[in-house]
């Protein structure tokens, strides 16, 4: 059986974070009628073929359709027809104009059933602090995106959800710890030999976690009661049992909260503003300001410089987590906000420190959305498919230079990009969700040998493990060896796959710079037992893909079946979400699972769709002409060759940036 979560049965209502509240319905029917098999499948593919030329012609139609009713069961029909066709045949064996159609399709389903609100019904919603500019500028916590509902998207506000409240309860014991997560992370995590993602370069791994760090943190983990992982009698690991620090409590939770699955604190500005960079308080960003002309402090090195006493991820700044790759990107985009003040200062020199800042943050910002959408997903989803869609999410289908010359064509999306269309929240309060980090736990990416070379004799200059350049140490390095060669040599390097048996063995024994041990494999498999995110099978269940029922469904891999079988007892509904992820085999040319990209079809566009300074207000009166024009002339390469011009060689005729790069002896 098959279930669908049918497009007429959640119509979220809306509602204002920590406001006025109407609760959420989530209601999922079961449509056993539709056991979609491979033929049936195939017979409404063609069918759709021949009545409509196609997916996008069919949604063409509804569109044209002027009764509301009729139009609302088109559409229906539609995103249930397009949710059987992916579990059946799956979108990537799709043409490409199908597979667009029914990716669209998904992600209609998506956006109407699985984005679920965490708030208190009815909580009081407080009074928003005061900023001088609201309107036309974004606040250092994310209040007032939403000018009525000016909490929405703040920092310290809740995690949301991609799967109904009713599904996120806290793992209880025994199941908490069954298997136990030393054991997972020992048997199916550990990396013997490194297996690379060959098509990227290690800047691909270090910008994923630099936009990670403006995106969320569940803040400083507490000391207090921690986790007790029991382990085996000949396990290495100095103590026994392991420790694993539990995430920092709520501390917004009401009486009205009693009896609801435990929530979380995103102690990050969840929107896509730069906020890494900026912070997500007054007070941060009053820090890193320097109260001339818009700019942000650079060290006198020209290389940012980590707060050496923020060991913790509370700020963006954090020393858990920082290492060379990290200090690449923060230096590279402090470098660009300042090269942007400069530019703006230079045309509207009328303009005060903070006029300079705003529109220098706002247009900082939008380049590194920018990069993201259309440099960095094409490269690690590198399928024909996500080509055009991920260009269409910022341009639209009707393309980059129809847009940048007139503008846009039409109020959809799909034309015309989510860039300057209306604002949408979906009917849900913008968040990021508990699934959406744990998806992103993408710690293979990281290799352990890292070899830094010289772009201008190709020769080795250090060769060093993953420890060594990370925490207190990646200053070191940035001091001695020029950023330009480390840049140079990121781009030759790649980043691990993220697959089983490539766990980093640095962070598998990892040493934070105040000291403390982690096995962060563990880590990873613990956390998402204790935030409550469905294991695997339910997880795809509740995502509507194809239901994997067997350990042959799961991976092609016969060793790790195997492996899984053993370590999970044989009980394929058991298996850790992280575990399947890493297991699956992903589309060809996907750096990551089908799986994780559900979360990614429906987040990925919503972080835009959201956002008043990427709809509404992504124009020149906001953003100025020259903001405009410069996030529009902008890519990772750019900006890269603004700031270090002699990277030119090693980029040229690379087609993306995070490909790997021309060494020394291949630059004709
Ligand atoms: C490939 C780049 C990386 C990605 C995509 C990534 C992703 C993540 C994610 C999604 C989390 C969960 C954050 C949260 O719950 O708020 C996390 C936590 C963490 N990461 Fe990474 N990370 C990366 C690199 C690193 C590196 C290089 C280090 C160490 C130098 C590191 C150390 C940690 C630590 C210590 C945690 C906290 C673990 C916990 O208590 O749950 N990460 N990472």
Avoid at 31 to 43: P, R, V, Y
Avoid at 104 to 124: I, M, Y
Avoid at 187 to 214: G, K
Wanted: proline letters at 6%; charged letters at 20%.
């Amino acid at each position: 059986m098959i279930v669908i979560l049918a497009a007429d049965t959640a119509i979220p209502l809306p509602r204002c974070a920590g406001g006025s509240n109407i609760a959420m319905q989530f209601r999922a029917r079961s449509l056993e009628a539709n056991a979609w098999d491979e033929d049936t499948a195939m017979k409404v593919l063609k069918t759709i073929g021949i009545v409509g030329g196609g997916a996008l012609a069919a949604f063409a139609a509804v569109k044209v359709l002027r009764s509301p009713r009729c139009k609302r069961r088109l559409a229906e029909l539609y995103n249930r027809t397009s949710v059987a066709i992916d579990q059946g045949v799956g979108w990537p064996s799709l043409p490409v104009p199908l597979a667009l159609g029914v990716l669209a399709g998904v992600r209609n389903t998506l956006r109407e059933t699985n984005l679920v609100d965490t708030n208190t019904p009815g909580a009081a919603t407080g009074t928003p602090p005061a900023y001088p500019n609201v309107v036309t500028a974004r606040t250092p916590d994310g209040t007032f995106n939403d000018l009525k509902c000016p909490f929405m998207g703040s920092a310290g506000t809740r995690f949301g959800r991609n799967v109904p409240l009713n599904e996120t309860w806290q793992e209880k014991q025994p199941d908490l710890m069954t298997p136990s997560p030393r054991v997972v992370s020992l048997e199916l995590m550990t990396r013997n030999e490194f297996t690379p993602a060959t098509t990227l370069n290690l800047l691909a791994a270090a910008w994923l976690q630099f936009q990670i760090r403006d995106w969320f943190s569940h803040g400083k983990s507490i000391k207090e009661d921690s986790w007790q992982v029991p382990l085996a009698p000949n396990d290495t690991w100095h103590e026994n049992p392991m420790r694993i620090l539990r995430t920092a409590p709520d501390p917004t939770r009401t009486a009205a909260d009693d009896g609801t699955p435990l929530t979380y604190i995103n102690t990050e500005t969840p929107w896509w503003d730069g906020s890494q960079l900026y912070g997500s308080t007054a007070d941060y960003q009053a820090k890193v300001r320097t109260g001339v002309d818009g700019k942000i402090f650079i060290g006198k090195d020209h290389l940012v410089h980590p707060d050496p006493n923020a060991l913790v991820q509370v700020q963006s700044f954090a020393l858990v987590g920082w290492w060379v790759g990290l200090e690449l990107f923060y230096t590279l985009f402090t470098l660009e906000h300042n090269a942007i003040c400069d530019r703006l200062k230079q045309e509207y020199p009328e303009w005060g420190d903070n006029d300079l800042f705003e529109h220098a943050r706002l247009i900082n910002g939008a380049i590194i959305a920018k990069i993201h959408t259309v440099e960095w997903t094409t490269a690690i989803l590198g399928h024909p498919v996500l080509q055009i869609a991920m260009r269409a999410n910022w341009w639209g289908l009707a393309g980059e230079r129809i847009k940048n010359l007139f503008g846009r064509l039409s109020g959809s999306e799909l034309v015309s990009g989510i860039l300057g269309s209306e604002t949408d929240h979906f009917g849900v309060p913008y968040s990021l969700t508990e699934e959406f980090v744990a998806v992103y736990r993408m710690h293979p990416l990281i290799p352990d040998d890292i070899t830094f070379w010289s772009r201008e004799t190709g020769e080795v200059l250090q060769k060093l493990n993953f420890q060594q350049i990370a925490g207190n140490d990646a200053q070191n390095i940035c001091d001695n060896i020029r950023i330009e060669d480390l840049f140079y040599s990121f781009g030759l390097m790649n980043p691990g796959a993220v697959v089983l048996h490539n766990y980093p063995k640095t962070l598998q024994r990892f040493e934070r710079p105040d000291g403390i041990l982690m096995d962060l494999a563990a880590h990873d498999i613990m956390r998402c037992r204790e935030l409550g995110v469905p294991r695997y099978t339910r997880f795809r269940e509740l995502l509507h893909l194809r239901p994997v029922t067997t350990f042959e469904e799961l991976t092609d891999n016969p060793e790790w079946r195997e492996e899984i079988r053993r370590v999970y007892n044989n009980d394929i509904d058991t298996v850790d979400l992280i575990v399947g992820l890493f297991a699956e085999k992903p589309p060809k040319g996907f750096g990551f699972s089908d799986t994780a990209f559900r979360i990614f079809v429906l987040m990925a566009s919503r972080r835009l769709n959201s956002d008043r300074f990427f709809t509404t207000d992504f124009t020149e009166d906001v953003y100025s002409k020259v903001g405009m024009d410069w996030i529009a002339d902008s890519t990772l390469s750019t900006v890269l060759l603004r700031h270090f011009p002699s990277l030119a060689p090693a980029l040229n005729g690379v087609n993306n940036t995070f490909a790997p790069w021309k060494a020394k002896g291949a630059q004709g």
